[in-house]
């Protein structure tokens, strides 16, 4: 009963544009949950950590913010971005701050076509695609190494350098392998660009072949990624699990999202496999001043990032009611704009939230 059942702590950081119309949504969503199942507490504490507290006081994120953050058991993240601070100030000063000290070197982006839904595919329906996307989340291209010299002349010079470390690499490929392995068609697909790239990118496919052995039972193929593109529109069919660097992945994901139907329902979970620090779980979509402030956002992609949440936190069963009543609410043609509907932000949380108390 509910005195004995745990209480889980969750950061919500719901940051810009509409971050904080879809993470108001997620809330109320898990708050429903959490009494309709009768099976865990939750508790929220907001941070307002944002791009306007950055232009009051050049912060992102205060002094002991994230000694602060350690103490919750899991964080939810709205989006970061805004007009007036430039993107790669605005990412690595509250997202990628976070991600980097807690060590989310996975990053899992799950993708399917939902009931009610429709992919842009030809000949595409609800089970042809679904997809796991596992993205290195701690180095590789991103790691911000790199420098400008002779700025503004025009033998100005830059190098973006990628770091590519054996012990990531094999933490991360271990945990695609892991991932697969858990999956009903058990495969694995390995994405690189070892022909172009012949020093980190050669590095993954000799560990993938390594790790390979340790798990006979998942099924590996490698794919070079300008090929992966064409197999994702050509034969969605084909695929199930896949990893990839952090830049390969980021626009493997993008593609998937808009393959099935809207970057407006996909879901992302930054985690660190270790269990050392919170998790942080956030929709792929960002900030979209074009529409914050209407009403219009779809808040499903923050609802299936608070299912895998829950996931997370070891509430399988309440993971998949919600991710159940979310496709219900779908299959009932109750969407928002980008999913060719009518419906607004609060119309599919109130519905979504009928569902779950009507399921228990
Ligand atoms: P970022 O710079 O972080 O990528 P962004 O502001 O460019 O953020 P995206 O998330 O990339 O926005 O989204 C691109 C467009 O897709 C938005 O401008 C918006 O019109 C639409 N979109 C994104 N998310 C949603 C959503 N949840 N609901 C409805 N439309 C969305
Ligand atoms: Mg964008």
Request: glycine share 8%.
């Amino acid at each position: 009963a509910v005195s004995d059942s745990p209480t889980y702590s969750i950061a919500c950081i719901p940051a810009d544009g509409i971050g904080t119309e879809v993470i108001e949504a997620g809330v109320k969503v898990l708050k429903t949950l959490s009494e309709a199942s009768n099976s865990f507490q939750l508790e929220f504490e907001d941070y307002d950590w944002s791009s306007a507290t950055f232009l009051e006081t050049g912060k992102y994120i205060p002094d002991g913010g994230l000694e602060n953050l350690k103490k919750h058991n899991a964080i939810l993240f709205g989006a970061v971005g805004d007009p007036k601070v430039p993107d790669h100030i605005s990412l690595w000063g509250l997202r990628l701050a976070i991600c980097q000290p807690f060590q989310q070197y996975a990053n899992v982006r799950p993708t399917k076509v939902f009931r009610g839904t429709k992919s842009p595919l030809r000949n595409c329906n609800t089970g042809d695609l679904d997809w796991v996307i596992i993205r290195e989340n701690s180095e590789g291209e991103y790691a911000g190494q790199g420098g400008r010299s002779h700025r503004g002349f025009p033998w100005e010079t830059c190098t973006e350098v990628s770091i590519f470390t054996r012990h990531c690499v094999e933490r991360l490929i271990r945990f695609a392998f892991e991932t697969a392995q858990k999956r009903p068609k058990k495969h694995l697909t390995v994405v690189t660009k070892s022909n172009a790239m012949r020093n980190g990118m050669v590095m993954w496919d000799e560990v993938a072949l390594e790790l390979a052995k340790e798990f006979p039972d998942v099924k590996m193929d490698k794919m070079l990624v300008d090929a992966m593109t064409c197999r994702m529109v050509l034969q969605p069919n084909s695929i199930d699990t896949i990893v990839a660097t952090n830049l390969h992945a980021d626009i493997l994901s993008d593609l998937a999202a808009a393959l099935a139907g809207s970057i407006g329902i996909a879901p992302t979970s930054n985690l660190d496999p270790t269990r050392q620090h919170p998790s942080m779980f956030e929709p792929i979509h960002g900030s979209a001043f074009d529409i914050a402030g209407k009403g219009v956002a779809n808040p499903v992609g923050t609802f299936w990032s608070a299912a895998e949440m829950m996931r997370w936190l070891g509430e399988e069963a309440a993971a998949d009611r919600l991710l159940e009543c979310m496709e219900n609410v779908c299959g009932a043609g109750m969407l928002t704009r980008d999913l060719g509907g009518s419906a607004g932000t609060e119309e599919v949380t109130n519905a979504v939230c009928d569902e779950i108390r009507k399921s228990y």
